[in-house]
């Protein structure tokens, strides 16, 4: 039983799912015939990789990388710094994710830490929950720190399109979104990541849909992949297969929920709410076009404009971290001197160790 190559199943459809996976395991060691280095850019696929102990299977000349594709990871640390700021006046109360409460500041603090002095930092699981809180609170004002790629951003946009047309007039959102396609572009031109391909991610790819993934394809190959062991075995592949053949093309391996148009109508609410612009990437810097910034006539909404704060700005990771090296495929996790010693989940000092999709997170957990 084999895997050919730009087929799409695994397999005879009622092989036992060992037996898929078992096919997959000697179609992938096939392809890898030279030392390859492609790059999962999504924190679920990281997570999931581990999860299901396939680096444990991969053949030795193949090199995964982990991308930037955590949001929590790359939040801007001058980010962190405006929530907090805004966290300690008067009347504001600000709202975020719980995993975004241990990250740290440029500054070294923490929306946690102040939380426990007494800031008013209060976690969500939804922006929509943020605007609920800020309808039933309306003497305060309501703060969401909106961080997230692709897919979270639809439903942060959605919560502030609700918000005009409710006239819930104390809601905001700190934005902090990032944009995958040309972050991969830009970690593709760097010359000290030499990555030949990427595993692109399915949740974000259901929004954007896989054309545009279509310039980075022109030079390397792009393949969207599912989570679980099989669809990510599948796509790495067709992945390393184009990689050793020099095919580059886009491919989706996840078609059960992933459109070449994407989702129309996310896409559309966010060209609505939101125009591009520059982002600062925790680790990587300033990547022009990576950014999605709210429009001019949705400004009252856009925290920063609405409490007079500076764009973000590039800032400096812990002395000693590898985060940003990690993060542009330089670096796996356990290469960089701090993991597992100075840097833990139970005491992260770099980004990257405090999601749980978090690269060095999860390498943590799970082993490389």
Not at 127 to 152: I, K, M, N, Q, W
Request: hydrophobic share 45%; with cysteine; charged share 20%.
């Amino acid at each position: 039983m084999t895997l050919r190559p730009g087929t799409a199943t695994l397999g005879p459809v009622n092989a036992s799912a060992h037996e898929r996976i078992e096919a997959a395991r000697v179609a992938l060691a096939a392809a890898v015939t030279r030392p390859m280095q492609v790059m999962e850019v999504c924190g679920t696929h990281t997570l999931a990789i581990g999860r299901h102990g396939l680096r444990a299977v991969f053949p030795e000349p193949l090199r995964l990388l982990s991308g930037p594709g955590c949001p929590v990871c790359v939040t801007s640390g001058h980010d962190i710094d405006q929530a907090l700021d805004l966290a300690r006046r008067p009347g504001t109360r600000v709202t975020a994710f719980g995993d975004m409460l241990r990250v740290p500041g440029a500054s070294g603090r923490t929306l946690e830490a102040a939380r426990t002095a007494g800031a008013a930092v209060q976690v969500v699981h939804s922006a929509l929950d943020a605007l609920e809180l800020a309808r039933t609170s309306p003497a305060a004002e309501v703060v969401f720190l909106g961080v997230g790629f692709e897919t979270a951003s639809p439903a942060i946009a959605a919560a502030m399109r609700i918000a005009l047309e409710r006239r819930i007039g104390n809601f905001s959102v700190l934005p902090s979104f990032k944009r995958t396609p040309p972050a991969m572009e830009a970690l593709c031109a760097a010359p000290d990541a030499r990555i030949e391909g990427f595993l692109c991610p399915g949740n974000v790819s259901a929004i954007i849909g896989t054309r545009s993934y279509e310039p980075l394809a022109k030079r390397v190959p792009c393949v969207v992949g599912g989570f679980e062991a099989l669809d990510i075995l599948e796509a790495l592949v067709e992945l390393c297969e184009r990689v050793r053949d020099g095919r580059p093309a886009v491919v989706n391996r996840y078609t059960r929920v992933v459109r070449d148009e994407g989702n129309p109508t996310a896409l559309a609410l966010l060209d609505e709410l939101f125009e591009v612009g520059d982002a600062v990437w925790r680790g990587l810097g300033l990547l022009p076009g990576t950014g999605l910034h709210v429009r001019e006539r949705y400004a009252a909404l856009d925290a920063r404009r609405r409490f007079g704060l500076p764009p973000s700005t590039a800032d400096d990771l812990p002395p000693g971290c590898a985060c940003g090296a990690v993060l542009r495929g330089v670096l796996l996790p356990p290469e960089c001197p701090l993991f597992g010693s100075r840097c833990t989940p139970a005491a992260p000092l770099g980004p990257c160790m405090v999601s749980t999709e978090g690269s060095c997170a999860a390498y943590h957990k799970y082993g490389g």
